[in-house]
T-cell receptor
């Protein structure tokens, strides 16, 4: 069954440490996205990708890097984690054929706590 | 820029009663945006509930309905009779005409009273 899988599900990191959040999709979708969700806010876009080798900045990219080494995998990297990056992170894939009506398919989320 | 507003962060409804979750939007790009409702059940990722890409049309799924009202710039979610299994967080979202980015509202957590 087509799916978007995130790992880890939960992560506790120390301030200044490096954190890598991984996402794998079996939908064969070109587009992939990383969002964060904080209480009182909608999902906010961090980085996205149109295909292997491409990454684009979203609305809140500061403090984050992204990597898309293949169609299936899209990682979010926090080189120097800070407590303000404590959040729930969602990865999604999208079928670009839908254009502006594109449907996104989400993973279950990664809860990151930075102490 | 474009934005989506959900005024209620949390809603509690008794089982079998009706539900309305409010959503209003502001779209600055030319043309009418596409509108979406996503739902997140406990322990799961978000999934599409319904979408409407034509102003004035209504979308429906799993007993939920939403009408794209371009005059009021609203896209309220309604259900005539809720069930315990509807307990979830509901997100209204917008993508501007010919735009790539999906803009989400804050989400509304729905709790059902037995």
């Amino acid at each position: 069954e087509a799916a978007v899988t995130q790992s880890p599900r939960n992560k506790v990191a120390v301030t200044g440490g490096k954190v890598t959040l991984s996402c794998n999709q079996t939908n064969n979708h070109n587009n992939m996205y990383w969002y964060r969700q904080d209480t009182g806010h909608g999902l906010r876009l961090i980085h996205y990708s149109y295909g292997a080798g491409s990454t684009e900045k979203g609305d809140i990219p500061d403090g984050y890097k992204a990597s898309r080494p293949s169609q299936e995998n899209f990682s979010l990297i926090l080189e120097l984690a800070t407590p303000s990056q404590t959040s729930v992170y969602f990865c999604a894939s999208g079928d670009a054929l839908g254009g502006s009506a594109e449907t996104l398919y989400f993973g279950s989320g990664t809860r990151l706590t930075v102490l | 820029g474009d934005s989506v507003t959900q005024t209620e962060g949390q809603v509690t409804v008794s089982e079998s009663k009706s539900l309305i979750i409010n959503c209003t939007y502001s779209a600055t790009s030319i043309g009418y945006p596409n509108l979406f409702w996503y739902v997140r059940y406990p322990g799961e990722g978000l999934q599409l509930l319904l979408k409407v890409i034509t102003a004035g049309q209504k979308g429906s799924s799993r007993g939920f309905e939403a009408t794209y009202n371009k005059e009021a710039t609203s896209f309220h979610l309604q259900k005539a009779s809720v069930q315990e299994s509807d307990s979830a967080v509901y997100y209204c979202a917008l993508r501007g005409y010919n735009q790539g980015k999906l803009i989400f509202g804050q989400g509304t957590k729905l709790s059902i009273k037995p």
